[in-house]
């Protein structure tokens, strides 16, 4: 099966599509199932924060999005791009997906070896056939946006981590992908970082930006999220408005996340 589609059976007014995904992974004779029938939907300009518990697989959610992580059935819809069971397409084949999804990891992953600067601009150049010229236009204006232009001649090593979560996040934005993936945006972030970053959020989706994101951080997804879902065990348990959801908890998963974040 052709694992990349350029005519996805995308629901009229949605952004992304999952649609039953499933994902086990073998070891040593053992088989573990990481994801169990996961679906969801998100529509343009909304907020969707994945919670739970470490090893509910949120991440892994986001890493199969952004086909980084084969999986076993179901299919991923996006603007352009679906994504099927199968072994991981070429990175050639996915020119479409990048510039549809846009990635900040939990760790940042900038190349170490570029200034915060380079690790914006490269994208643009890449994937886009950009002019250096335009592309360090386009960093600039991202940089400027999240408020770390003064950090553009520095490496990595020598920003904070809540730098290094901006200029991760001006990376990802570079190609002005519709749909922007972040893990754990909030973990390297002090309270009042956080507050600047939920304000950054909800201008991106109020700009008509979709966001899923995962976070263990209740305060944080009540004041960014339209829309949370809980997952336990590879499976979604409850799903709805953020506020209904973690103040009027149904599923002892929820609780138990709750219980987590008041320590």
Same mark, same amino acid.
């Given at each position: ?8 059976? !995308?629901?009229? %007014?949605? $952004?992304?599509?999952?649609?039953? =995904? &499933?994902?086990? +992974? @073998?070891?040593? #004779? ?52 679906? !994504?099927?069971? %199968?072994? $991981?397409?070429?990175?050639?084949? =996915? &020119?479409?997906? +990048? @510039?549809?999804? #846009? ?67 001006? +990376? ?92």
């Amino acid at each position: 099966m052709e694992p990349v589609s350029s005519t996805p059976p !995308l629901a009229a %007014g949605l $952004l992304l599509q999952v649609a039953q =995904l &499933r994902l086990a +992974r @073998r070891h040593a #004779g053992a088989t573990q199932e990481v994801l169990r029938d996961i679906s969801l939907d998100l529509a343009p300009g909304r907020v969707c924060a994945l919670m739970g518990v470490s090893g509910a697989g949120k991440s892994t959610v986001l890493r199969t999005i952004v086909a980084l992580e084969p999986f076993d059935a179901g299919h991923i819809a996006m603007d352009g791009v679906t !994504l099927t069971p %199968g072994p $991981l397409p070429r990175e050639s084949a =996915l &020119r479409q997906l +990048r @510039r549809t999804v #846009g990635m900040v990891f939990q760790q940042h992953a900038l190349f170490p070896h570029l200034t915060v600067h380079e690790n914006v601009a490269l994208a643009p150049v890449h994937a886009l056939g950009a002019t250096r010229e335009h592309a360090g236009g386009v960093a600039d204006a991202l940089l400027t946006s999240l408020g770390v232009a003064h950090r553009r001649a520095a490496y990595p090593d020598q920003i904070s981590g809540g730098e290094a979560q901006r200029v991760a996040s001006a +990376r990802a934005l570079a190609l002005d992908p519709p749909l922007l993936l972040m893990d754990e945006p909030t973990a390297a972030l002090d309270p009042a970082r956080r507050g600047a970053l939920a304000d950054t959020l909800r201008a991106l989706a109020a700009a008509g930006r979709t966001l899923l994101l995962t976070t263990h951080d209740i305060d944080f997804a009540k004041a960014v999220a339209d829309d949370v879902i809980i997952m336990a065990h590879g499976e979604i348990v409850e799903r709805g408005p953020a506020r209904h959801v973690l103040e009027q908890p149904r599923h002892e998963a929820t609780r138990a996340l709750l219980r987590f974040g008041e320590r």
